[in-house]
Each structure stands twice: as C-alpha cells, then as structure tokens.
C-alpha cells in the first residue's frame, strides 16, 4: 500500500536556524508531491508543488523543496526559519490513483 | 482566489441525531470534492472522494450509509453524519480541485464536531 512518512514528529529550532523536515513515500509509479502547512488555527495552505521537471521546487515564503525520485523523496527546507514558521507541516503525495496521500505531520516550534 | 468554506466551524450534538457539513468553493468551480477527517495530533485521512454529479467514492474502513456525502451542484458538497455516537467526534475537513488547478486541493478551514 502506498505510505508517506515524515521523518520527525516534532521540530525545535531557534529563529534564523536552518530547517530541512524529511518526507518520504512508497509507490513506484509517477507521483505528484505537495507540502501544505497549518498555521495554528487556521486551514492547510500549500506551500509548494511538484509535477514534473525541475526537482528543486521553489513555494511561498521562502520554503524550497528537492524531489529525489531515486530515495523516494521530497524533503522541504528553508536557509533561515522566522517565529512566524511555528505550524504544522504535512507532505502529500497524489499516486496514478488519484488520491492523495498524508504524511504524519511534523510540528515545527520556532523559538524567537 | 481558490476559498473553500466550510459551516458550520464547529457542532456539538447529542448521540443519535443526524449532522450536516456543508462544503463550499466560493470562487470556482470544483469539479472534485474531497472528505478527510483528522483526529487529535495526527494527519488528514481520506473518507471519500466525490465529483459533481455523480455517486461519492468512499475509502475501505468508511461506511458510506453513516457518512452520506452529496455533491449535488459544481460549488456544494455536503457530509451528513448519520446516527452520530461520541466515537464519531472528530475535525472534519473537505478539499477541492477543479480541473484547472490540475492535482492542487485548496481546503476549507474544517467543522469541529463533537457528540455527547
């Protein structure tokens, strides 16, 4: 069956420090791979997107993400995180199937 | 552009009586509707999928005569919680995608229900 998994359940950094949040999925076909954030009380966002081409994939708000279709992978980063990053993070993957798969979830706490 | 709105933001009810959530895409059409539910501290899991017209696809586990989904215009999709008991108490939240946005889902903000 196909999974996603989100390396960490929980994040803490400090403001400025560098974030990379770990998302990794099963299935051997051709994907489509998202990461939405839900900010403390509010609906998921996307913040980026992966179709097809470039595997380094640029979203809202300075977050970047690399698909390496060889690890199965889609890890989102961003070079400086802001208090204002605290939120959940969730990696999706959409299969041939057309559905969309959740990851877990990775709380990140940012801490001023 | 893309809001999905979801009424009402949160419900309490007593076990047994019957809850609807509506589902709506304000400024486009969505073509395709979808439920997910997601308990405390965990992610979004998907109960059915439903396109405009035609019968909801429900995931294996989610009995379809308990949730009742209607996708009955191009900007309305309704849940219906049957028969509702506490176990049922969840966040529920509807996404929607309309062919333009290719596999992008814009979500509504969920309904918090809670069953006594």
């Known amino acids: 069956a196909q999974s996603v998994s989100q390396h960490n359940h929980h994040v803490i950094l400090s403001e400025a420090a560098s974030l990379e949040l770990g998302c990794n999925y099963s299935?051997?076909?051709?994907?489509?791979l998202f990461w939405y954030v839900q900010y403390p009380g509010q609906h998921l966002q996307l913040l980026l997107k992966?179709?097809?081409?470039?595997?380094l994939v640029k979203g809202i708000k300075g977050f970047e993400a690399e698909f390496i279709k060889s690890k199965f992978s889609f890890n989102l980063r961003k070079p400086s995180v802001q208090w204002s990053d605290t939120a959940e993070y969730f990696c999706?993957?959409?299969?041939?199937?057309?559905?969309?798969?959740f990851g877990p979830g990775t709380s990140l706490s940012v801490i001023p | 552009g893309a809001v999905v709105s979801q009424h009402p933001s949160w419900v309490i009810c007593k076990s047994g009586t019957s809850v609807k959530i509506e589902c709506r895409s304000l400024?486009?059409?969505?073509?395709?509707m979808f439920w997910y539910r997601q308990f405390p501290k965990q992610s979004l899991m998907l109960m059915a999928t439903?396109?405009?017209?035609?019968?909801?696809?429900?995931e294996q586990g989610v009995e379809k005569d308990k949730f009742l989904i209607n996708h009955a215009s191009l900007t309305l999709s309704t849940l219906t919680v049957t028969s509702a008991h506490p176990e049922d108490s969840s966040f529920y939240i509807c996404?929607?995608?309309?062919?333009?946005?290719?596999?992008?889902?814009?979500f509504g903000p969920g309904t918090r229900l809670l069953v006594l």
């Open positions: 996404s929607a995608r309309w062919r333009g946005a290719g596999e992008t889902q814009y």
């Open positions: 299935y051997g076909g051709t994907v489509n």
């Open positions: 992966y179709f097809s081409g470039d595997p």
């Open positions: 999706a993957v959409k299969t041939s199937y057309d559905k969309v798969i």
């Open positions: 400024d486009f059409q969505a073509t395709t």
């Open positions: 439903s396109n405009e017209g035609s019968k909801a696809t429900y």
